[in-house]
């Protein structure tokens, strides 16, 4: 496709599961972000992946969270032993790598998580 | 730590007005400032973005200033349609872009017919 690819759109589950989320990003990015977005809030970063690598993850909250991208394409994030503050809107959003100019990150419409 | 502080939480203007959102930033290493939009159900959209060498862009009806020695930057929007009625979200990054975005607070901005 066009845009950055999220599935599922929405994810209802119970405190204490297990869930995946996916992302696929714009063909040729090389990086791809997480980001978590609360009701009324702004967008904040979770993880980012240059190539198969996690670049920067000094945003996951703590352990029970977890993402890889194994070929560089696809990102799965992971959530364990879920709770109910982790509802949320999780975003996604990839971008071309270059530096010295502006390289915009183009998002996904989100997977929207409630935890029961 | 808020590292991008917006303003206002909530803007009514009428038609053909100018809207105006404030942010301002703490970080002096940030050197690219985007300004998504989104509406609800979707994702934010990359309306427009300025680095510090620059005081003013402007793409269609949107317009940033930007003030470096203050540490601020501003989106306007000319004629104001009821189209744009959305949330808007500045942001900061460093490495133009290359690494993660922080955002502000957003602003959710109506126009009335």
């Known amino acids: 496709g066009a845009g950055v690819s999220q599935t599922p759109s929405n994810k209802v589950t119970e405190k204490g599961k297990y869930v995946e989320l996916r992302c696929d990003p714009i063909s040729g990015h090389t990086a791809l972000y997480w980001y978590r977005q609360s009701l009324g809030q702004g967008p904040e970063f979770l993880i980012y992946?240059?190539?198969?690598?996690?670049?920067?993850d000094s945003g996951l909250p703590n352990d029970r969270f977890f993402a890889v991208r194994p070929e560089g394409s696809v990102s799965t994030l992971k959530i364990q032993r879920t709770e109910r503050g982790d509802s949320a809107v999780y975003l996604c959003?990839?971008?071309?790598f270059g530096t010295g100019s502006n390289q915009p990150q183009h998002f996904g419409d989100g997977t929207r998580l409630s935890i029961l | 730590q808020q590292q991008v502080k917006q303003s206002p939480q909530s803007l009514i203007v009428q038609k053909g007005g100018i809207p105006i959102i404030n942010c301002a930033y703490e970080n002096t290493a940030f050197d690219y400032f985007p300004w998504y939009q989104q509406f609800p159900g979707k994702g934010p959209a990359l309306l427009i973005a300025i680095r510090p060498d620059v005081s003013e862009k402007k793409e269609g009806r949107f317009t940033i200033s930007f003030n470096k020695s203050a540490k601020q930057f501003s989106l306007h929007i000319m004629d104001s349609q009821p189209g744009d009625s959305a949330t808007y979200f500045c942001a900061a990054s460093n490495s133009f872009g290359n690494e993660k975005l922080t955002f502000g607070t957003g602003t959710r901005l109506t126009i009335i017919p």
């Open positions: 959003a990839s971008s071309f």
């Open positions: 992946f240059q190539g198969t690598g996690a670049a920067d």
